[in-house]
């Protein structure tokens, strides 16, 4: 399971190249919920509209209504755990980047995949599942930068660290965790501890990076020219450049790490049955290739074929794939705590 990266770089040469968003409160959505509702706990921002506009018709057809508990994967994580034990639980989905899956799913927060539950669970790629969530989405982190000022492109991770750059890195908050791996390759690191990320950021705070709430805040900063270069999945720099912004990618000669957003049943889940469903919906190929169209979301699953270019344009080249770095996802879940602690006191709060 730890190394289940390692065998998606088959899947990563044809078909990846995604993206993440959140933002806004944490809200009770139990609270606002009906009965034949599903409270689905996700991010927010790009990525929750998606999930409005594509997935929700799909369960509307079996009269079921979505309300979005809607705030940060660690405010998602410890309302599971602290919820384990109730005979029902606020959350009946769960969405999650693969460490913070990992995580719930050691505590015991997260039910069984229930196979009979799911029709279209047999085209997910197999590469993609594990025994308590299903793949929605896949993706690679990147150096986005603007290509007005830098024509060229950064090649590596130390570009970061350039004088020239002072003040002009912009670094998602939501995304730490993956932040700290990532650039932690540029310290001679690797995707198995943070040991790395700590020895580059504390290196990095000093040439003044930004760090912002959420995915959308570092576009609205890249759109003002406030910074010049950021750390993103590469499917929300193709979302970027296609809506205007001069922004390019690329995959740092250090290597990259690439990471799956899955969903899976709370435990407690108050409603199972339409639980169930939605996570069979966010399996649906109309739904797998509308993020795909809208947002560079690449189909999870084997029955979704996308037409030649978008598929040329999500993807990723051998060369690529063979800069991916696989987790240790039991080693990562054990350090997360201590990385957050440091990612605030040790980096962000004493950034210069």
């Not at 990525?47 to 594509?54: A, G, K, S």
Request: proline share 5%.
């Amino acid at each position: 399971m730890q190394n289940k990266l390692v065998n998606r770089r088959g899947f990563l040469k044809t078909a990846s190249g995604l993206a993440l968003a959140p933002a806004l409160p944490l809200i009770p959505g139990a609270a606002f919920a009906a009965e034949n509702d599903v409270v689905v706990g996700t991010w927010g921002g790009d990525y929750q509209n998606l999930l409005q506009q594509i997935i929700s018709p799909i369960v509307a057809k079996k009269n079921i209504g979505v309300v979005f508990d809607t705030g940060s994967a660690v405010a998602r994580v410890t309302k599971l755990r602290a919820e384990r034990n109730s005979r029902r639980g606020s959350m009946d989905v769960a969405l999650l980047g693969e460490v913070d899956m990992y995580d719930a799913e050691s505590s015991g927060a997260l039910e069984k995949i229930d196979a009979s539950k799911l029709s279209n669970l047999p085209n997910a790629l197999d590469t993609l599942k594990t025994t308590y969530s299903i793949p929605h989405i896949f993706s690679a982190m990147t150096l986005v930068y603007n290509t007005e000022k830098f024509p060229q492109g950064p090649k590596s991770l130390q570009a970061l660290l350039d004088p020239a750059n002072k003040g002009r890195v912009g670094l998602s908050d939501i995304l730490y965790l993956y932040n700290a791996v990532f650039v932690g390759l540029g310290a001679g690191g690797n995707a198995k501890s943070f040991e790395g990320g700590k020895k580059f950021l504390s290196k990095f705070k000093d040439n003044s990076p930004r760090v912002y709430p959420s995915n959308e805040a570092v576009a609205t900063a890249l759109k003002s020219g406030e910074i010049w270069m950021a750390c993103m999945w590469k499917a929300r720099a193709l979302q970027w450049r296609d809506s205007g912004l001069p922004v390019g990618f690329v995959i740092p000669e250090e290597g990259t790490i690439p990471v799956s957003f899955e969903a899976a049943v709370a435990k407690n889940s108050r409603n199972k049955d339409a639980a169930w469903a939605y996570l069979n919906a966010m399996l649906e190929p109309e739904g797998q290739v509308g993020f795909a169209q809208k947002m560079g979301y690449a189909p999870t699953v084997s029955n979704s074929t996308l037409p030649a270019d978008l598929q040329s344009r999500v993807g990723f080249t051998d060369a690529e794939v063979k800069l991916l770095q696989a987790y240790d996802l039991k080693a990562l879940t054990e350090g997360k705590a201590d990385m957050l602690e440091f990612w605030n006191k040790d980096f962000k709060a004493a950034i210069g």
